[in-house]
């Protein structure tokens, strides 16, 4: 994309959960635009090799540990980048954690460590980047959701509880710092092939094949697929574009 | 498109699909069936490499709407720019990026989407 409007140059991202998966597919896509890019994970070992894989694209990357559900680390992550470049434009939230449990077999505990990792981190994360944004005259910030919230999933109601609270929260953010020219949005896919759910393999998920099935693009995603939406999102081609809730999951949640 | 290998559509709605208007209650109609003609599309012509989405403008400065200048639609621009929250009305070419991310390969995943593009507007009451 050489529209001059995609161009990232000069422009910082953070991106949680940046060390594998989605989150690694968007910062290759914000790199390849000309970000510098902060990938922020909780496994050492993944994030040197998630750096190693943006210099070895040539980006400008720099990997922060950070447990996303504690204030003060994500605090000092965001102060880390920060120091190391200079300013902060653009955060995606990513990181988050899912995995199955009937609501009528959930410990409290367990719920709220789903609502800490998947929900609280947002409002952390957003709050703690916001002074650097006002400080550049503006920022972008991607909360990348699910399409959970378009359908229902019986044993994911901690994750869809979670993710409907970020949606929400993406429209409400979007109305509250508009006046400080910062663009708030969420990007909902689908079924995409990373670790957390392997679309082949030993270990892909069982339902692959159902979802392929009724997927109008008779495919699953892959994180290369988001890099398109992420840069037009981070970019100034986005500037008239804020608390709006984009799908993106090859028609799937159409399907019955 | 068929011939092509795959096509890509993109409907340009309203975002009055998402509030409502009373002195537009046709207009709404239209755009609230392309929302939805749209989505049916989507899934049928999936198979076909055709990908359908539909972007909803919030207000554009456009011979049909001008925001500025002796035609300017009246007070109506000056209010839903106080309430956007990006604080102004749109230009067209606020919607270069959006187009080209629809028309090309980079949305190859993005089918039957509803996008909002309207500066916030519809968030406000």
Same mark, same amino acid.
């Given at each position: 994309?050489?529209?001059?409007?995609?161009?990232?140059?000069?422009?910082?991202?953070?991106?949680?959960? #940046?060390?594998?998966?989605?989150?690694?597919?968007?910062?290759? *896509?914000?790199?390849?635009?000309?970000?510098?890019?902060?990938?922020?994970?909780?496994?050492?070992?993944?994030?040197?090799?998630?750096?190693?894989?943006?210099?070895?694209?040539?980006?400008?990357?720099?990997?922060?540990?950070?447990?996303?559900?504690?204030?003060?680390?994500?605090?000092?992550?965001?102060?880390?980048?920060?120091?190391?470049?200079?300013?902060?434009?653009?955060?995606?939230?990513?990181?988050?954690? &899912?995995?199955?449990?009937?609501?009528?077999?959930?410990?409290?505990?367990?719920?709220?460590?789903?609502?800490?990792?998947?929900?609280? &981190?947002?409002?952390?994360?957003?709050?703690?980047?916001?002074?650097?944004?006002?400080?550049?005259? *503006?920022?972008?910030?991607?909360?990348?959701?699910?399409?959970?919230?378009?359908?229902?999933?019986?044993?994911?109601?901690?994750?869809?509880?979670?993710? *409907?609270?970020?949606?929400?929260?993406?429209?409400?953010?979007?109305? #509250?710092w508009g006046k400080h020219n910062i663009h708030v949005n969420a990007l909902l896919p689908g079924l995409v092939d990373t670790e957390m759910m392997p679309c082949e393999g030993p270990n892909k998920v069982p339902l692959v094949d159902v979802i392929v099935k009724k997927t109008p693009v008779g495919k699953y995603g892959v994180p290369e697929d988001f890099y398109g939406i992420s840069v037009m999102l981070a970019s100034e081609s986005s500037d008239f574009i804020t608390g709006s809730i984009i799908v993106m999951d090859g028609g799937l949640s159409l399907a019955i | 498109m068929i011939?092509?290998?795959? #096509?890509?559509?993109?409907?340009?709605?309203?975002?009055?699909?998402?509030?409502?208007? *009373?002195?537009?209650?046709?207009?709404?109609?239209?755009?609230?069936?392309?929302? %939805?003609?749209?989505?049916?599309?989507?899934?049928?012509?999936?198979?076909?490499?055709?990908?359908?989405?539909?972007?909803?403008? #919030?207000?554009? %400065?456009?011979?049909?709407?001008?925001?500025?200048?002796?035609?300017?639609?009246?007070?109506?621009?000056?209010?839903?720019?106080?309430?956007?929250?990006?604080?102004?009305?749109?230009?067209?070419?606020?919607?270069?990026?959006?187009?080209?991310?629809?028309?090309?390969?980079?949305?190859?995943?993005?089918?039957?989407?509803?996008?909002?593009?309207?500066?916030?507007?519809?968030?406000?009451?």
């Amino acid at each position: 994309m050489n529209n001059t409007k995609f161009d990232l140059t000069g422009k910082v991202a953070i991106i949680t959960g #940046g060390n594998g998966g989605l989150g690694l597919g968007i910062a290759k *896509g914000l790199a390849i635009a000309g970000a510098k890019v902060a990938v922020v994970g909780r496994n050492q070992e993944k994030l040197d090799n998630a750096v190693k894989e943006l210099e070895a694209m040539g980006a400008d990357a720099l990997g922060v540990s950070c447990d996303v559900g504690s204030e003060d680390d994500v605090n000092r992550m965001v102060a880390t980048t920060a120091e190391h470049f200079g300013r902060i434009d653009i955060l995606f939230n990513n990181a988050a954690i &899912s995995w199955g449990i009937p609501a009528e077999d959930m410990t409290l505990d367990q719920w709220n460590n789903f609502i800490v990792n998947n929900l609280t &981190s947002c409002f952390l994360t957003c709050k703690a980047v916001f002074p650097h944004m006002v400080e550049a005259g *503006g920022g972008k910030i991607i909360n990348v959701g699910s399409i959970i919230t378009k359908l229902g999933f019986g044993k994911l109601v901690h994750y869809a509880a979670a993710k *409907g609270g970020m949606d929400h929260m993406t429209q409400s953010l979007a109305q #509250g710092w508009g006046k400080h020219n910062i663009h708030v949005n969420a990007l909902l896919p689908g079924l995409v092939d990373t670790e957390m759910m392997p679309c082949e393999g030993p270990n892909k998920v069982p339902l692959v094949d159902v979802i392929v099935k009724k997927t109008p693009v008779g495919k699953y995603g892959v994180p290369e697929d988001f890099y398109g939406i992420s840069v037009m999102l981070a970019s100034e081609s986005s500037d008239f574009i804020t608390g709006s809730i984009i799908v993106m999951d090859g028609g799937l949640s159409l399907a019955i | 498109m068929i011939k092509a290998g795959g #096509g890509k559509i993109i409907n340009v709605g309203s975002a009055i699909t998402k509030k409502g208007f *009373g002195k537009l209650v046709h207009y709404a109609a239209a755009k609230g069936g392309m929302d %939805h003609m749209t989505q049916s599309l989507a899934r049928a012509w999936g198979k076909d490499n055709i990908q359908v989405n539909a972007v909803l403008p #919030g207000l554009v %400065h456009t011979e049909m709407m001008p925001c500025f200048g002796p035609d300017k639609i009246g007070p109506v621009v000056d209010y839903i720019t106080k309430k956007s929250p990006v604080g102004r009305y749109g230009m067209p070419d606020d919607f270069e990026g959006l187009s080209v991310l629809l028309s090309s390969e980079a949305s190859s995943f993005i089918t039957g989407s509803i996008i909002v593009a309207d500066g916030g507007m519809t968030l406000a009451i």
